[in-house]
């Protein structure tokens, strides 16, 4: 068996195609441009390369954009103090920490800093307890896109038995969470395994769908997955690749080709959850701003 490849890229320009007509929608009925704030602090490449793309794509989904540069050394107070300023600015609708941040602030303190009415990124406890209830207000990006890309691809999944292996607050617990919700394109049954789970492997071979989501170069083996089985790889790692130019080359959490050759389908990396996070994060800004302006409720 061969999988069939679930093209995040293509869905993503999809996304954004429909994020584009909202957000002119929303701006003929209301007057209201959405806005969303990214603010990078430091110079870590991944997070400037992340913030650029961001900014890029709301450019051409019509959402205005503007990133707030702030040296490696920015004190805690600093931080808090612009955030309070985005808080209270009506151009922002939604609000981007990028992390991770230096060690001198606490991810913690700034993700409650955040007005949970501007938090797209979905990551204030308000949100998460949402979430948690089954009422999502703002659902984190990346888990937002893997429910998407299951869905679109004929995947829902409604009635299967999901294995996320990660259990971190922006992937592996939030997607637990949506995928169990009674709602649509979720009711699945959820396990997640970490690394305190003794056999990993004997626990994603009973998956209908399997989520790989630990920030691992190629742990999800061939013999991990059963087959027909569908993988959606979040990871993104740097491995060393003296055929590049770079001297790297960028691979997921799961061996790709020997996986392939069982599953029925699966992510690429890149070019499959990547995208799927930027268009989520459109989506978002969207909604936040729909809802100040009155024109959504939930």
Do not use: W
Not at 35 to 53: H, K
């Amino acid at each position: 068996m061969t999988a069939k490849i679930i093209d995040g890229k293509q869905m993503a320009e999809d996304i954004r195609g429909e994020v584009a007509l909202g957000v002119k929608a929303l701006t003929a009925a209301t007057g209201v441009t959405p806005g969303l704030a990214a603010v990078l602090v430091g110079e870590d490449p991944a997070s400037a390369i992340y913030v650029r793309n961001k900014r890029r794509a709301c450019e051409e989904a019509g959402i205005f954009s503007e990133t707030f540069d702030l040296p490696e050394t920015t004190a805690q107070d600093e931080l808090l103090a612009l955030i309070a300023e985005l808080n209270a600015d009506a151009r922002f609708h939604g609000i981007l920490v990028q992390l991770p941040l230096p060690p001198q602030i606490s991810e913690r303190t700034v993700i409650l800093a955040v007005d949970p009415e501007r938090d797209v990124d979905g990551l204030h406890p308000l949100n998460a307890g949402l979430l948690l209830q089954g009422q999502p207000r703002f659902v984190p990006a990346t888990p937002a896109g893997v429910q998407e890309m299951l869905v679109r691809s004929g995947n829902d999944p409604a009635g299967k038995s999901v294995v996320v292996v990660g259990r971190s607050n922006i992937v592996g617990k939030p997607l637990a969470a949506l995928l169990m919700q009674k709602a649509e394109g979720a009711n699945a049954t959820v396990t997640v395994c970490h690394t305190g789970t003794p056999d990993i492997g004997a626990v994603t071979r009973c998956a209908d769908i399997v989520v790989a989501a630990m920030g691992r170069p190629r742990a999800i083996t061939a013999d991990m997955v059963r087959e027909g089985a569908v993988v959606i790889d979040v990871g993104i790692n740097r491995v060393e690749d003296a055929s590049r130019k770079a001297g790297y080359r960028l691979v997921g959490d799961v061996d790709f080709e020997p996986v392939s050759e069982k599953a029925s389908a699966i992510s690429p990396v890149p070019g499959g959850v990547g995208p799927m996070t930027i268009a989520m994060l459109l989506k978002s800004t969207l909604r936040a701003a729909e809802r100040a302006a009155g024109s959504r409720e939930a």
